[in-house]
């Protein structure tokens, strides 16, 4: 690491912490040349590969402005959205790969934003999935239905044992 004041080719390490909730790495360096101090920020570079073949670093800015059009008239805040982009990143970076095909990113977009609004999602997943007919539409309402069904009953059933835990 370069000193930013004299040039120097090297730098020795004082601090490091992380930050960000553990997604980059804060350094202290001090030059031994000057003896001036530094701070550098390490984050491990994600790239997006597009359908075109261009790639470009992810960003959470874009996951929110795509989000954000689905959202229109929908009682979502900003901070929902940035939440929503946290944990698309979280999502993909878990994948362990440092490039990303920008359909699977559209993919991890669609569970989080699901539990957020299901109307949103339907916008989003019509854009995405390219629904072509009001089937595809069918289609994705009874799938969200049924999992509504299901979430209702393992509920139900898991007060009802809770219930009877507490009555004995």
């Known amino acids: ?96 790969s440092a490039e990303i095909d920008a359909y699977e990113v559209g993919l991890s977009i669609l569970g989080p934003l699901r539990e957020l609004d299901e109307v949103a999602y339907l916008r989003f997943a019509s854009v995405y999935q390219a629904f072509s007919s009001l089937e595809d539409f069918e289609v994705a309402i009874t799938a969200l239905r049924a999992e509504n069904e299901a979430a209702e009953k393992g509920e139900a059933i898991a007060d009802e044992a809770e219930d009877a835990g507490s009555r004995a």
Request: proline residues 4%; positive net charge; contains cysteine.
């Open 1 to 96: 690491m370069h000193c930013p004041f004299c040039r120097h080719g090297d730098s020795r390490v004082v601090d490091s912490r992380t930050s960000d909730d553990g997604a980059s790495i804060r350094r202290r360096r001090q030059c031994p040349e000057c003896g001036r101090r530094f701070t550098t920020i390490e984050t491990a570079s994600l790239s997006v590969v597009k359908r075109s073949g261009v790639v470009e670093p992810f960003s959470r800015e874009k996951i929110i402005a795509g989000v954000r059009k689905a959202c229109q008239g929908r009682p979502v805040s900003e901070d929902d959205l940035a939440m929503l982009a946290q944990r698309v990143e979280e999502n993909v970076r878990a994948g362990g």
